[in-house]
């Protein structure tokens, strides 16, 4: 499985789009890219994934660069609940979903 | 929401005793996991399920054990509890098409004293 790399930590202005980047260097050709986040205490919660498209849904935008180097989850109108460490994972979409969360990004939305 | 509960959600034992966890899904998803997360660390997966009474080991399976009788319940059993399992323990499921479209439990926070 590809390795990710994000930023410890991320601030933003509520009501402004949140763009959380995401650096796969080493991913396969076959390798999708997820997102997921952890509001405190709670468990994770799935938001999009993608594989060469950009994909777009209720909870947000997710970005891929043309050589699936990187990528990045757009939240286009950041509120306070949105407060919570997003995790970016690479892995290929085949067996059983066995994965290791990294650390992820703190994102605080600030008022 | 998934329909998925955790149960307990507290739990306070003492070292050396067993203790199990139930993880219950009412979503027909044949894939389940069981995780563990320590503060200010991502989650690590323990064990998982590919379908009833077909499990294997993740990444920090050491000192739990699991079954799986039925589709909707998966268990996690610390067989002798220590205090380096205090920690919160979360389910998650998901279908084959899509294994890491996955959907988690509201976790059991267990503290081995």
């Known amino acids: 499985d590809a390795k990710t790399t994000q930023p410890t930590s991320m601030d933003c202005a509520e009501g402004r789009a949140a763009n959380l980047p995401c650096n796969h260097s080493?991913?396969?050709?076959?390798?999708?890219v997820y997102w997921y986040r952890q509001i405190h205490s709670q468990g994770p919660q799935y938001i999009i994934h993608g594989l060469k498209n950009n994909e777009t849904n209720e909870m947000a935008s997710l970005i891929i660069t043309e050589d699936r180097k990187s990528s990045t989850l757009i939240l286009p109108h950041a509120t306070l609940r949105d407060t919570a460490v997003y995790y970016c994972i690479v892995r290929y979409n085949t067996n059983a979903g066995k994965s290791t969360f990294g650390d992820g990004t703190t994102l605080t939305v600030k008022p | 929401d998934a329909g998925i509960t955790q149960s307990p959600r507290h739990k306070v034992t003492e070292t050396g005793t067993p203790v199990t966890l139930r993880c219950h899904q009412t979503e027909n998803h044949r894939y389940m996991y069981w995780y563990r997360q320590d503060p200010g660390h991502g989650l690590r997966l323990i064990h998982y399920?590919?379908?009833?009474?077909?499990?294997d080991k993740g990444e920090v399976s050491d000192g739990y054990s699991v079954s799986r009788s039925k589709t909707e319940d998966f268990l996690l059993t610390l067989e002798s509890a220590t205090s380096s399992q205090t920690s919160v323990y979360f389910c998650a499921i998901s279908d084959p098409g899509n294994p890491y479209e996955q959907y988690f439990g509201p976790g059991t926070r267990l503290t081995v004293t």
């Open positions: 080493t991913i396969s050709g076959n390798e999708y």
């Open positions: 399920s590919y379908g009833v009474k077909d499990t």
